[in-house]
Structures are given as C-alpha cells and as structure tokens.
C-alpha cells in the first residue's frame, strides 16, 4: 500500500514564545531548528506509522537540503526529491505562541517542483496526497494537479490538504476547489473552510456537510481542541480532539492527516480514522517542531 506525497521540503526556525510578541522590541523565545514542510511533515509522520511512503519534492544543493534529505531517509521516508544546483532549499521561519503559529516563509526550491517531478513517482501507489501549497503557487500548480489527476487516472485514492487560510483567500475558494476536482478526500480548518467557501472569518462555521457537497468527495473538518468532522455530504461523523499539553502546534494538521490516512489504508472506517488522527495531532502538539 505505497503512498505518495507531494509539496514542499523546508527548514524550520522555530520559536516558542510565552505571552504576547513585544513588536518593535525583545520577547524571549525558545528557538529550535529543525525540518519542515507541510508534504515532508506528513510524509515522515505516515513513515512514523509503517507506512510504505515516497515524497516528491525539491531541495537545493546546500547544506540545509543535504540536511533535511537525511533526516526524511532516516525516518522511513523514500525520497524522490530532486536537487537543484544552485537553488537554496525553502525555509520558513514559524512564531509560535497562544496556541497559534504564525509563519514566515521563503520557498526557496520547492518553486521548482515540475509535473514531469511527479509522473513516474505517482505509478503504482495506492494514494497520493497533495499539499495545499503546491497549488498555490503559479509555478507549480500544474505538478499538484497532474498528481492529483494522475492519482485518479490509475485508481488510486487522491488527498488534498487545504493548508493554509490566507492563500486560499489570495487564489480563491472556488478556483481552489477547480483545480482538486480530481481529489477523493479533502483536510480543511474552520478558517480553510471559510477561504474555501468563500465566506468572511467572523461568519458562522460552514459545516462539513456543506464543504463536502461543495466539494464533491469526502471532507475532515479539523476544529483543533474542539476535535474532527467527517463527511461525505450526507453523513457527518464527529470525534472529540485527543488529550494533550498543548506545546507547539507546527505540523499539528500534517500530523492529523497521516493518522487518518493511514488508518483508512489499514481498513478503518471514517470514526476510527478521525480518532487515529485526532490521536496523532495531538502527538504533534506536545512537542517542539512538526515531526515525530
């Protein structure tokens, strides 16, 4: 049951602060360096589960994508990530706090990512799972919707995760959903959600029965401490989230994702799956940085 994904590599600095950011002056911080990547987090958490997985990508040819290529084949993960002389890997820079992230980030490499990067990877998998910010950026768009389209050409389960808010906004809901037509099952937050339907932050949660039928496939609704929602547009499942000492919530939601992917490939059905990634998010909290 081999899985793909495919979506950015990073490095990031992250720094846990207590209380509110003094802007313009000093807050202290506990800053720790480490891997990233929405597509590479979730990539070592399925290979954290026995999960046989491949990761599609791009690196640069210096010491931070050397860095960052070890610790992904250290953890399980194949990687058919490409390097670019010259290019100098993506790194995000995440202010953590309150419960909430808030992130810098320069793509570096990952704006190099190709369609012709995910064809022959795509061959043979059971599931390919997409990362959001994949589709978001102009230039490699086209290799999130031919994995996707691929994905659903060979019959093989294809996942998309919405990633992030404030992007969704930027390339809009209803194009977002154009271009993951070809997509069986969807991640989004509340916020995600709302950027997805194009309604306003303040307005009321969308419902996963609504972003479903709007989306055409199987929807998980991530409300963080509030728990998970499945949906197919008829049916609506809902678990709690999982017990945790909230600590970081970097990669909390690639966390998720692999938990219930990889208990739907085991056979689960969606409450157990919610259960399965609502219990794996919760790991991801607990600790510094989005890998296990």
């Known amino acids: 049951m081999r899985v ?5 590599v990073v490095t990031d600095v992250v720094a846990v602060h207590a209380g509110e950011l003094a802007v313009g002056s000093d807050t202290d911080a506990r800053i720790t360096v480490t891997g990233g990547g929405s597509a590479a987090n979730t990539a070592a958490w399925l290979a954290n589960l026995g999960v046989d997985v491949t990761l599609v990508g791009v690196v640069g040819d210096d010491d931070a994508g050397a860095a960052r290529l070890a610790e992904l084949r250290t953890a399980g993960v194949r990687c058919a990530v490409r390097v670019v002389p010259g290019a100098t890997t993506g790194s995000i820079v995440v202010l953590s706090g309150g419960g ?7 793509r570096g490499a990952n704006a190099l990512l190709r369609a012709d990067d995910v064809g022959p990877v795509v061959t043979g998998a059971a599931l390919v799972h997409v990362s959001g910010y994949t589709l978001f950026d102009p230039a490699t768009r086209p290799a999130g919707i031919a994995a996707l ?13 919405a990633a992030s808010a404030a992007p969704l906004r930027a390339v809009g809901g209803s194009a977002f959903l154009e271009w993951t037509r070809a997509a069986h099952v969807l991640f989004a937050n509340v916020d995600e959600a709302r950027a997805l339907l194009g309604v306003p932050p303040p307005a009321p949660d969308p419902g996963a029965r609504h972003l479903a039928a709007t989306f055409g496939g199987e929807v998980v609704l991530k409300h963080g401490a509030a728990g998970a929602v499945w949906s197919d547009g008829a049916d609506v499942i809902a678990v709690p989230a999982a017990p945790a000492e909230a600590v970081d919530p970097t990669g909390a939601g690639d966390a998720f994702a692999a938990g219930y992917l990889a208990a739907r490939l085991a056979g689960a059905r969606p409450a157990e799956a919610l259960q399965a990634g609502a219990k794996h998010g919760a790991r991801a909290v607990s600790r510094v940085g989005a890998r296990p």
């Open 4 to 8: 793909v994904v495919v979506g950015d």
């Open 100 to 106: 909430d992230r808030t992130m810098l980030a320069d």
């Open 149 to 161: 389209g691929a994905a659903a050409a060979a019959g093989a389960t294809a996942s998309v995760d």
